[in-house]
């Protein structure tokens, strides 16, 4: 007896998460099914002023992969796609109006997203909450650790996690909590996609040869200060500068405001290099080809590791010393990315000082940092971490981690290693818990007395 139709639905925000989906499509990573559509989310900060992935030059080479595509935003309307998920008495209801809307009748479901612990990929498993799903990571955040602890209605339903192999050898943590396997999607395949919306992509006019500079408008996640992110793009004009190039082309982010590359073209005339401003509007990893640049520099974008990792081209990294110092709480899902990029990539002004990671030390930073960020999401991570602070904490890798952290979690750098066996002494938890009780009552003395005397 045959059974009911299958169709995919693939969630997508962004073109390089787009063309991540192609490269697994064409690698045939995914299940046969009857029907695959493509389900674009606008997940800017103003949707309306802000082109949809489906808008963006060279969509049309992807378009083919998938039998429709679909919008969330006019679904949900006139709900923002970041902030909406359905109330779970209305779930159901939803569920019916989708398959009503994308005509999809009856037919049994798979769904595969991106960022699950959030919408728009955690709206959608809610309202199709019987549908098995896969996870795709187009970035260096799936190395990090579920920023959350999840609905187990929803974890439990994730198959896998497909994701690009930006470190090589590197296991990712994202969704391990489930024993969600990741899988990688074929690095040949993806620069094959790319090499596409390439060919497709407007003329970009800049020099060959040239050091990219890549912009990503940190003050918009209010990570930095507007005026804290032009200095930053200064510091990379001057760095690229200072290392002997003459042409230099910056690559802003599309939401950025315009006064920041006049900024940097006053500082570009200043230092006597010629500054060319991309306002195309293509993939970084499309100017890659383009330009083929000489040097590649930036904050912790992927982009970076994707030039160097699959393009082989020479990169730098700036700004991550202030990032690691800003990043507010310890658990900002920015943390990993901001964490690998300084750990792995040379800095712009001190490139001598970098030291290859092996994979397995990398490995290690990346569980006592995603440990120290969700212990409660990934508590067999402990003796991992507590493993390679103690064998690898020094000047150079405090930077990783905060004291307070680290003493919260009775984790080895807490304190000085002579007064290492505090935090696990008995005594000292016991004096140490009576200490903050006293405190406690003091506190309440303390108020009100304030009380008494304001009411007198």
Partial sequence: MHGRPRTQIFLASTLYGAATLAAALDTGCFSPADRRLLLVANTAAVPETTPALDEAPGFDRLRARFDGVLSWNAAISPFHPNGWTPRPDDAPLWERHLRLLWGLGS??????????????????????????????????????????????????????????????????????????EPEIVPTGAFTAVLAE????????????????????????????????????????????????????????????PARWSRMLEEEAERLGVELTVLDTPVLAEVAFLRIRPALVVGCFSTALLTASTFHGLPVARTGTDLLLERLTPYQNSNRVPVTLVDALLPGLEDASAHRQLSVEEAQGLLAAVGFAMQPQVLPGLREDAERYLAAHLDARTRRYFKRRRLTALALPGAVPSQLAFLPRSPTVRKVARRARAVQRRLARKTAKTTKTTVTA
């Fill in 107 to 180: 037919d049994d479901l798979e769904l595969i997203v991106e960022s699950i612990q959030v919408s728009p990929a955690q709206a959608l498993a809610l309202c199709f909450a019987d549908a098995p799903l896969e996870v795709y990571a187009d970035g260096l955040m799936s190395y990090g650790p579920t920023r959350s602890k999840l609905d187990p209605l929803v974890g439990t339903r994730v198959r896998r996690l497909l994701h690009l192999d930006l470190v090589p050898g590197l296991r990712p943590l994202l969704l391990t909590e489930f024993g969600v």
């Fill in 197 to 256: 919306l390439a060919d497709a992509a407007p003329p970009v006019t800049a020099p060959g040869g040239a050091a990219l500079l890549l912009g990503q408008y940190l003050s918009a996640l209010e990570i930095l200060a507007p005026e804290e992110e032009e200095r930053l793009h200064v510091r990379m004009l001057r760095g690229a500068a200072a290392r002997g190039h003459r042409q230099l082309v910056f690559k802003p982010h599309p939401s950025a």
